[in-house]
C-alpha cells in the first residue's frame, strides 16, 4: 500500500555530515508518520527519529540535538539531517511508515559508516 525508497547512505568520517531521504509513495502515503529507525550488527533496532504528517517529532536520546528530522508533506519525503556524527552512528538505517489501522511499512534499508 506504502513504497519507501531511500537514499543518501554512505561513507562520512567523524565529526562530518550527512543527509538521508526516503520518499513515500502510495495513495495513503501522505496520512502516516514517517521516521528512521536504525541497526548496527549485534544490537536491536532503535528509534533514530519520527515525524507525524503534523509535524510532531520525537528523537532518540543518542541522536538528541545532532540529528534533524524534517518532512516536506507534497513530496511525501522525509529528511534526517545528521550532524557531528559518531563511529556508534554506524547501522543501517531504515525508513518506516505507520499508521494506525495500516500495515506498518519499510524501506530497504541504506548503509552509514562513520569512520577516519
Known amino acids: 500500500q506504502v513504497q519507501l525508497v531511500e537514499s543518501g547512505g554512505g561513507l562520512v568520517q567523524p565529526g562530518g555530515s550527512l543527509r538521508l531521504s526516503c520518499a513515500a509513495s502510495?495513495?495513503?502515503?501522505?496520512?502516516?508518520?514517517m521516521g528512521w529507525y536504525r541497526q548496527a550488527p549485534g544490537k536491536l533496532r532503535e528509534l533514530v527519529a519520527i515525524t507525524t504528517s503534523g509535524g510532531i517529532t520525537n528523537y532518540g536520546d543518542s541522536v538528541k540535538g545532532r540529528f534533524t528530522i524534517s518532512r516536506d508533506n507534497a513530496k511525501n519525503t522525509v529528511y534526517l539531517q545528521m550532524n557531528s556524527v559518531k563511529p556508534e552512528d554506524t547501522a543501517v538505517y531504515y525508513c518506516k511508515w505507520a499508521h494506525i489501522g495500516f500495515s506498518t511499512c519499510w524501506g530497504q534499508g541504506t548503509q552509514v559508516t562513520v569512520s577516519s
Open positions: 502510495g495513495s495513503i502515503a501522505g496520512i502516516g508518520a
